[in-house]
């Protein structure tokens, strides 16, 4: 709000249309480190407008735009300079001895004297200002002039409110008094300097957050190094260099703070001089991109084709703040405001360049992108503003309103609405004493379970083991991934006819129960294979829609494993009865342990 107050349009505008958006309510409510990195990106944004603006206002105050001059304000003293003999005065009236201050600038005012006019004084005294009809016969007072008997206590009282009116327009808004152009400068010079210090600690601790804040503190990192001018000569960009130069001694010390912090928490083992010591410090954007160069780490996370962020994900997430960003293009030529422009500009330009840069990777999810619902918001509330249209503005509500409401609903029920379900029921299962001789969690094909919600104590976490299969493994991967545990509780998005198949009998699996709704865009049912037809070739709707259903659900299997059975026998003689003791039509495989070694046929 604070940025749409120094572009001139309207705070509440760009707060409101940031407050109803789902993306806020949604997705800046569950992807913490991406709302945390939105609120580095606005902050970033914030003090890189504050900076120019302090640029602007110490290069040239014909930049900075000013109200006009008020003449009401002025002093007796300052009027008189100017051609006007004072302040009017008004007739004195027993109900009325004093005239305020907000009357004073509406009404004359007359002064009584207990003489006669002298006809000594000047002749313009005398005349009649044919702007003022309320004073017929043209009688001004000069409060600078006249003598105390020709002074009535209200003339009194507004030469001397003329006069501290005067004084405080010396007085700036901090209570100050207005500083000489010297000093006026060295505190733009300190303020300029804090605000560096605080822009190159914001873009620290967003790269700490999230590596990918590179993207969006790019630009605006380049205004607040080059002070938003466009360099023209070889001396602009040493200059930068130089501006930059100077402001690393903090980013050195607030990256070593962060990584002191990492390495205390996530490395538990001292460190020891038998290996680098730099390999031992925890850097976490070094990890991160040492990770995600790798393509086999990204396709364990999903392969999405490059157009998603520009073509699928920026239209979902803001809707119709993308057609103002459009329309914006052809604003930008319409704006006489310098400062308002660059400002604009620089938010226009911190949209393109981290969606471009974004987009570079094959992995695209659209929680990477929620940082430009700032700047977007900011755009189109300035468009709304500027052109100022009742209709625009209707057409505009009409699309933002119903895309909210449906997008909403979709995204923060029914898109991996199951997940969080399962984990608050698997928490409860836990303090009924379900969980008491330890238990295997895997869940399949959704998003990563907050285990906070499980709420397990240190002595609990050796128990109960949640394992995260995400979409790395393949359905013909799955059997074989799973082979390793005997018995676990499946949590997946499949119906139980789809993993039987998948599982080759391997396992005996029962149902414990289903959450509704549960829709994954990562993984979209097969709508082909949901239709269910009778013996006549005719889709039958009833098993149609059940199906439907079945298929927009998470449900928790309990699975053993058929496959392996291990059983020790302290003599050779039980061996006699094996068959008798187990049921072999039950297993494939078997491993038994016997004293010795015996020819056993099944």
């Not at 300035?382 to 449906?406: D, M, Q, R, T």
Request: glycine residues 6%; contains cysteine.
């Amino acid at each position: 709000m604070q940025i749409a107050a120094i572009l001139g349009s309207s705070p509440y505008l760009a707060g409101s249309l940031s407050a109803t958006s789902y993306v806020t309510v949604v997705f800046y409510t569950r992807t913490f480190s991406n709302s945390i990195e939105s609120f580095f990106f606005s902050l970033l944004l914030l003090f890189v407008c504050q900076y120019l603006h302090l640029c602007v206002s110490a290069g040239s105050s014909s930049n900075i735009p000013r109200a006009p001059p008020d003449k009401s304000r002025e002093s007796p003293s300052a009027s008189k300079e100017n051609g006007f003999k004072g302040i009017p005065a008004k007739p004195h009236t027993a109900t009325d001895p004093v005239q305020s201050v907000s009357d004073s600038s509406t009404e004359p005012v007359r002064p009584v004297s207990n003489s006669t006019t002298d006809s000594s004084q000047p002749e313009s005294k005398g005349t009649t200002d044919p702007s003022r009809p309320d004073a017929p016969n043209g009688d001004h007072f000069d409060a600078a002039n006249s003598s105390s008997d020709d002074c009535i206590p209200g003339a009194v009282v507004l030469s001397k409110m003329g006069q501290l009116m005067e004084k405080h327009r010396q007085i700036t808004d901090d209570g100050l008094e207005k500083p000489s152009n010297k000093d006026s400068e060295e505190l733009r010079r300190i303020r300029r300097n804090k605000a560096s210090i605080i822009i190159t600690v914001i873009i620290v601790a967003g790269v700490w957050n999230r590596p990918t804040f590179i993207g969006y503190a790019l630009v605006p990192g380049l205004y607040w190094l080059f002070q938003g001018k466009r360099p023209s000569s070889l001396k602009d960009i040493l200059l930068a260099g130089v501006r930059g130069l100077l402001n690393l001694p903090y980013v050195i010390n607030t990256a070593l703070i962060f990584i002191l912090f990492d390495t205390s928490y996530y490395r538990s083992k001292r460190f020891s001089v038998d290996y680098n010591l730099l390999d031992q410090f925890i850097i976490t954007p070094l990890n991160f991109l040492l990770y995600n160069k790798n393509s086999s780490n990204l396709a364990q996370h999903g392969l999405h084709p490059r157009y998603l962020h520009v073509l699928v994900n920026a239209p979902l997430l803001f809707g119709p703040l993308i057609a103002f960003l459009i329309i914006f293009i052809y604003m930008a030529f319409c704006i006489h405001n310098n400062g308002h422009r660059k400002i604009l500009v620089m938010l226009f330009l911190g949209l393109v360049t981290p969606l471009s840069l974004l987009s570079v990777f094959p992995h695209q999810e659209a929680r990477f992108i929620i940082p430009m619902l700032v700047p977007s918001v900011l755009i189109t509330a300035y468009a709304l503003s500027l052109i100022n249209s009742k209709v625009l503005y209707a057409i505009f509500f009409l699309f933002w309103i119903p895309h909210n409401i449906i997008f909403g609903v979709f995204f923060g029920a029914a898109h991996q609405g199951g997940v969080v379900p399962s984990l608050l029921y698997l928490h409860k299962q836990k303090v009924e004493g379900a969980f008491n001789g330890g238990v295997t969690l895997v869940y399949h094909r959704t998003y990563m379970p907050p285990r906070s919600l499980l709420q397990l104590y240190r002595h609990e976490s050796r128990h109960v083991r949640l394992i995260d299969l995400q979409g790395k493994v393949d359905d013909s991967q799955l059997a074989d991934e799973l082979i390793q545990y005997d018995t676990f509780h499946l949590i997946t998005p499949y119906h139980l006819d789809r993993l039987q198949l998948l599982l080759h009998d391997k396992f005996s699996i029962k149902k414990e129960v289903s959450f509704y709704p549960h829709v994954s865009f990562e993984d979209p049912p097969d709508l082909e294979a949901l239709y269910v037809y009778d013996t006549y070739g005719l889709v039958d709707w009833e098993a149609t829609w059940a199906s439907i259903e079945e298929s927009l659900t998470l449900s928790i299997y309990r699975v053993t494993n058929r496959n392996v059975i291990v059983q020790t026998y302290p003599s050779s003689g039980d061996s006699d009865n094996l068959k008798e003791n187990i049921d072999l039509g039950a297993y494939e495989t078997m491993a038994i342990t016997l004293p010795k070694a015996q020819m056993f046929s099944m």
